[in-house]
């Protein structure tokens, strides 16, 4: 024993039921495994891909004058920010897929809260909202950084665009004025 109170044995599987997947949830090991996987073929097959591509790109654009050089540090200030928006985009273009592989797996309480959460996205109709039970294990009901509001939006309706209205001049926008502000004479 290692003194710690929530000491498991390795191989003791306890199923664990979906009460609520938080910042507080504790992945499995196969989850774990998934996440690592998921994390290592982002960056090889779409980050450095794309990362690599944008800095060529932006390079090309730079050597042909599209894009200015900086004058003191000249293209590197332009290819580190196209890397790193290679990189980000990368990863975000990544996450449909890695959603799929964690549907996919089997006994995975994260698996079966995306499923439900994918379920519900079908079921319910386009331009619409379900209010979420703060008991609620869908993965996607969680708000980051939204306000307490946003999360209790139950149904809304669905509203047509207002048709743009010409009874505006719009030949003189209105609060603009064509007089010119005379200056004070101090002589």
Not at 41 to 61: D, H, K, N
Not at 114 to 119: D, H, Y
Not at 135 to 154: C, H, K, L, W
Request: net charge neutral; hydrophobic share 30%; aromatic share 10%.
């Amino acid at each position: 024993m290692n003194g710690r109170a929530d000491f498991q044995e390795p191989s003791a599987e306890v199923p664990r039921p979906i009460t609520h997947i938080g910042p507080d949830y504790i992945p499995t090991e196969e989850e774990r495994r998934l996440f690592a996987e998921c994390s290592d073929e982002s960056f090889w097959f779409r980050s450095v891909p794309l990362a690599a591509t944008s800095m060529l790109i932006t390079q090309g654009l730079i050597s042909k004058g599209i894009l200015s050089s900086h004058p003191k540090y000249g293209s590197i200030p332009k290819l580190i920010f196209a890397c790193i928006m290679g990189y980000f985009a990368g990863k975000l273009s990544y996450v449909k897929t890695c959603q799929e592989k964690f549907r996919n797996l089997e006994n995975s309480p994260l698996g079966e809260a995306l499923r439900l959460a994918q379920a519900r996205r079908r079921s319910s109709p386009p331009g619409h909202y379900y209010q979420k039970s703060k008991y609620d294990s869908n993965v996607s009901g969680q708000s980051f950084g939204t306000s307490p509001a946003a999360d209790n939006i139950e149904m809304l309706p669905h509203y047509e665009p207002i048709p743009f209205s010409s009874s505006v001049n719009e030949s003189a926008p209105t609060g603009i004025t064509d007089h010119i502000v005379q200056g004070r004479n101090f002589s």
